[in-house]
Every structure is written in C-alpha cells, then in structure tokens.
C-alpha cells in the first residue's frame, strides 16, 4: 500500500501564503502522477494541479499564476506553494498519487486524509 499525509495547512490573512507537502511512502515500485484536489464546505471536491512524472504540471483556471506544484522524486514528495491567497480559497486541500507497488503492479490512485487551508482576516 502507499500512504499520503499531507502538511502545511492553516490560517493565513487573505494576500498571504502557504506551501503545503505531502510524503507519499510504502512499498512503492513507480510512482507516475502526483497532485491536489480540494473540497470547500458545501461543494464538491475540485482539481487544483498536477504534475506528471516528466514534470509537466497542469492547473484548474482558478489557481493559475498564484499555486504552484512541483515534486521531489528522490523523496517522493509533492507540493503546493500557494501565493496571493483569496478567501475562495478556504476548503480541504487533499493530495494524491498514482503509484504501483511490489505487492501489486497494476496503477491505483491513492490519496491523503487532507488539511485543512482557511483564508481569512
């Protein structure tokens, strides 16, 4: 199995910034693509990013030119630099995985538990 927790969440003022992580680990044999998706109170969960295994990153509309992604494959690791925050931006932020094991080659998605971003004065 491959485990994801992620880091980084808080309050923060809205102009601010935050940089989330999330550590994926277990007994991983590749690891492909690698992103966040979040969920506000009240509405379903949205994609926010990803990045492919190549580097190449995709972004919803919203977050384009203010978040961030990029991965350390030495440390299996993705993160998420949010800038110039907005309250719109408040919602648990959850990262996933697609990723092979030893136990088991075929791909699967796995995701964290998520934390919690909430932008507010």
């Known amino acids: 199995q491959v485990q994801l927790v992620e880091s980084g969440g808080g309050l923060v003022q809205p102009g601010g910034s935050l940089r989330l992580s999330c550590p994926a680990s277990g007994s991983i044999f590749r690891l492909t693509a690698m992103g966040w998706d979040r969920q506000a109170p009240g509405k379903q969960r949205e994609f926010v990013a990803t990045?492919?295994?190549?580097?190449?990153?995709n972004y919803a509309d919203s977050v384009k030119g203010r978040f961030t992604i990029s991965r350390d494959n030495a440390k299996n690791t993705v993160y998420l630099q949010m800038d110039s925050l907005k309250p719109e931006d408040t919602a648990v932020y959850y990262c996933?995985?697609?990723?092979?094991?030893?136990?088991?080659?075929?791909?699967?998605?796995?995701w964290g538990q998520g934390t919690q971003v909430t932008v507010s004065s």
């Open positions: 990045i492919g295994s190549d580097s190449i990153t």
């Open positions: 996933h995985a697609v990723a092979s094991t030893y136990s088991d080659m075929n791909y699967k998605t796995y």
